[in-house]
């Protein structure tokens, strides 16, 4: 079991330009979440899956943030026309929905900076 | 809605000394709870987590949190600092219809002086 893995860990991009990162979750966790976190902020909850379905988007996620999980292993995070204010740590979670908590184990995370 | 507040961005301490971060949350069902650690650059660890049973509850790395219902309190100790306990902490809950959405406070930089 390697964890979760993000890829890529940092992206520099001008703004107006499109990003997509990757996020590969622990093998057989069915959820898989996306989290945004700021300078100086604790992570906020964006989306997220149970198998290939998106069950859940917060109101962060405007019209250029979509989300795939398309066979319910990795996801991908695309955001389009990127801002300034999309700079940020993305980061991903996975886990296995039980009967506990379905505790979310975290990935390194993506740094994006939009100059 | 369930909101998580951290008492204090920054914590110091010196080596050897107790442990105290401050979490305080608000939920109207019953509240899982947990404590992450965050290192720089880096993801978010877990240290521990409450779900129901024991209100006293043991993590990794000597920390322990105790939930205090009647308070609506989840402080993480722990009675030795080390120079590695040195980072950024995170307390989150989630429950109810919010089952598996974190909600988390602001986090709380602890940083260890020899």
């Known amino acids: 079991d390697t964890g979760v893995s993000q890829d890529p860990r940092h992206k520099i991009t001008k703004r107006g330009q499109n990003v997509t990162f990757r996020c590969d979750p622990i093998?057989?966790?069915?959820?898989l979440y996306w989290y945004r976190q700021t300078l100086g902020q604790g992570p906020e909850f964006l989306t997220y899956f149970q198998n290939e379905a998106q069950l859940e988007k917060s109101r962060l996620l405007s019209d250029r943030f979509s989300a795939e999980r398309p066979k319910g292993s990795f996801s991908t995070l695309e955001i389009q026309r990127t801002e300034q204010g999309d700079s940020a740590m993305y980061l991903c979670?996975?886990?296995?929905?039980?009967?506990?908590?379905?505790?979310?184990?975290f990935g390194p995370g993506t740094r994006l900076t939009v100059l | 809605a369930q909101s998580v507040t951290q008492l204090g961005s920054h914590v110091s301490v010196s080596e050897g000394a107790l442990v105290l971060l401050r979490c305080n949350y608000s939920?109207?069902?019953?509240?899982?709870l947990f404590w992450y650690v965050q290192y720089p650059n880096q993801g978010l660890q877990l240290l521990l987590k409450?779900?129901?049973?024991?209100?006293l509850v043991k993590g990794i790395n000597g920390f322990e949190a105790e939930f205090k219902k009647s308070e609506t309190s989840f402080h993480l100790t722990k009675p030795s600092a080390h120079m590695s306990d040195a980072a950024e902490y995170f307390c989150?809950?989630?429950?109810?219809?919010?089952?598996?959405?974190?909600?988390f406070g602001q986090g709380t930089i602890l940083t260890v002086h020899p």
């Open positions: 093998s057989e966790h069915n959820r």
């Open positions: 409450y779900t129901t049973g024991a209100t």
């Open positions: 989150a809950v989630s429950g109810g219809t919010s089952y598996g959405k974190l909600t």
């Open positions: 979670a996975s886990s296995l929905v039980a009967t506990d908590t379905d505790t979310q184990y």
């Open positions: 939920s109207s069902v019953p509240p899982y």
